[in-house]
Structure formats: C-alpha cells, structure tokens
C-alpha cells in the first residue's frame, strides 16, 4: 500500500502537479533545486519540503526534470528506497529509459517512464494525459497516484515506449504548426480574413488542434502565452528524428519539420513559447500572422 509519495522537480508543471497529490495523499513530499521554491509549495498546498534523500525514501517518487540527462545524473547521487517506483514524468530519450530500468531494478526499483502531455492548463486542471512505458505490475501500482493528476492514463508498452509516444505526438504538433503557419501565410497574402478563414477550416476537414487553439489563441491575438517553450518542442522532436533514424525509415515530412522547428528555435529568444514559431514565417515572408 502507498504511504508516502514524493515529487521532484516543480518547474511550470511539476509545481502544479505536485499540487493535487495532498488531495489523495498524506505524506507528500517536494523537492525542487532551490529549496525556496519547495516551501512555497508546502506553504501554498500542505506538501513537505525536503531534502532530495529524503525524497528518494517515498513509496512512489515522481520526477519532472528538463532532460533525460538530468535524470541520470540525479540517480547516479542518490540511494533509492528498496521497492519503490519512480514514475519519470520527463520528456525523455527512450534509450535513457531502457538504460535506467533494469539499472534500478537490481537495486529493487521499478521504474516506469511515464512523460504527460497538455502543458500548463491541464496541470493546473488535473487534466494530463500520462503515456506510460515499463512493467505493468508496476504502472498498477502507481496509477492511483497518476490518476490525482491525469485524466487518460495509458501503459503503452515496456521501457521507452512513453518517451517514444510522447516524442511522436510532440512532432506531430510541430508538423501541424508548421503546416497550419505556411497555410495561413499564404491566405494572407491573399488578403484572406484569416480569423474568418479558420473557423470555416476548424467546420471542415483542414482542423487540428493547432488550428482550432493554438493559432486563434495565441497567433492571431498576439498573444504568444509562455507555456511550453519552443526550445523544449525542439528537443522533442530530435528524439522522434532519431527514432526514425534508429529503426532506418523513410519520414521526409518528419525531418523537414524537425529541421524548422530547430531554426525557429535557434532564432527564438531563451524561454520562447512553441507559438512563437509562427514568427519565423512572418520574417521570412514579410507579413504577420493575424
């Protein structure tokens, strides 16, 4: 039975995460690398600030960390209590997750790669998508606790499989903005009313969710809300490259997204909302998106 659960990392979804367990859970821990941060949460949501030993001693440790690399540094520093299950929320590399989990598994951890998709919004709203790679006996023992802050929990498949998933969905995004940005670039310089336009694609066969949200919401208002940077879409969409590499298949449209979206990063300002790749084709073309 879980007792303890604990949470590393609250950066902009680890820190709403986080705040749903205290809500199912008793003992429920956080750490962060500044530990200001930490008793913030505890102070705002009842969690326990800790230091990072004592947050690798929880039934259940969550993690939400900027790379896979992070993470392995992270476990190499620590010693993980016998038995629990550390539930890697990260976008990660699936070679990292096949590495890690039989690495931990000698030590009697389980270790399940589990990396959650609906950015901000759906953390704050315990809303999240969780696509789930390792052991199934495993991932049934933990989703009580992915359930506090998920609403669609998949097991996917052994080790990598979530980090494999999340990195095609991701690139699927890329590929939909890029196309949905070239689309609307070229109504405009049509003199297309593009507000007008969409809603006639978002009634037809054209819609996606980057046409029905993410252009109206943040494009076309100009807004560009900080809410999952485009260096990190990048990141993700080199893991999807490289599986398709790995496995020597034939995906053009997926390599001339990945090559986009890595320029607009390059481009972009640190911290870039993914939106924002949307100015790279107005600097290109010479018009604004709007």
Same mark, same amino acid.
């Given at each position: 039975m879980t007792q303890s659960i604990s949470f590393i990392g609250l950066g902009a979804m680890g820190y709403r995460m986080a705040a749903h367990l205290p809500k199912v859970f008793d003992d429920v821990r956080v750490w962060n690398r500044s530990i200001e941060k930490s008793e913030k949460h505890a102070h705002e949501f009842g969690t326990q600030a800790v230091s990072l030993e004592h947050a690798v001693q929880a039934d259940i440790i969550f993690s939400c960390l900027p790379t896979s690399q992070d993470i392995e540094d992270l476990i190499a520093r620590v010693d993980i209590k016998s038995g629990?299950?550390? @539930?890697?929320? *990260?976008?990660? @590399?699936?070679?990292?997750?096949?590495?890690?989990?039989?690495?931990?598994? =000698?030590? %009697?951890?389980?270790?399940?790669?589990?990396?959650?998709? %609906? #950015? *901000?919004?759906?953390? =704050? !709203?315990? *809303?999240? *998508?969780? &696509?789930?790679?390792? #052991?199934?006996?495993?991932?049934?023992c933990a989703l009580p606790a992915m359930q506090a802050m998920g609403k669609l929990i998949k097991h996917v498949g052994?080790?990598?499989? %979530?980090?494999? @998933?999340?990195?095609?969905? !991701? &690139?699927?995004?890329a590929i939909h903005l890029c196309a949905a940005c070239e689309g609307a670039s070229t109504l405009k310089s049509h003199g297309v009313n593009l507000q007008e336009a969409f809603d006639c694609i978002n009634a037809s066969s054209g819609q996606s969710g980057v046409t029905t949200t993410v252009l109206p919401n943040r494009v076309f208002n100009r807004s560009f809300p900080s809410t999952f940077a485009l260096s990190l879409l990048a990141k993700d969409t080199r893991i999807a490259l490289d599986l398709v590499r790995e496995s020597q298949l034939s995906a053009p449209i997926i390599a001339a997204s990945q090559g986009l979206v890595q320029a607009a990063s390059n481009l972009s300002e640190h911290g870039s909302d993914f939106s924002t790749l949307a100015k790279m084709y107005e600097s290109i073309n010479q018009l604004t998106i709007e």
């Open positions: 629990a299950i550390w @539930v890697d929320c *990260t976008s990660g @590399v699936p070679k990292s997750a096949r590495l890690l989990a039989p690495l931990l598994l =000698e030590k %009697g951890v389980h270790y399940l790669d589990a990396p959650v998709s %609906g #950015q *901000t919004i759906g953390a =704050e !709203n315990a *809303t999240l *998508t969780f &696509m789930v790679g390792g #052991q199934k006996s495993a991932f049934d052994d080790s990598g499989a %979530g980090f494999a @998933v999340k990195a095609v969905n !991701n &690139m699927l995004l």
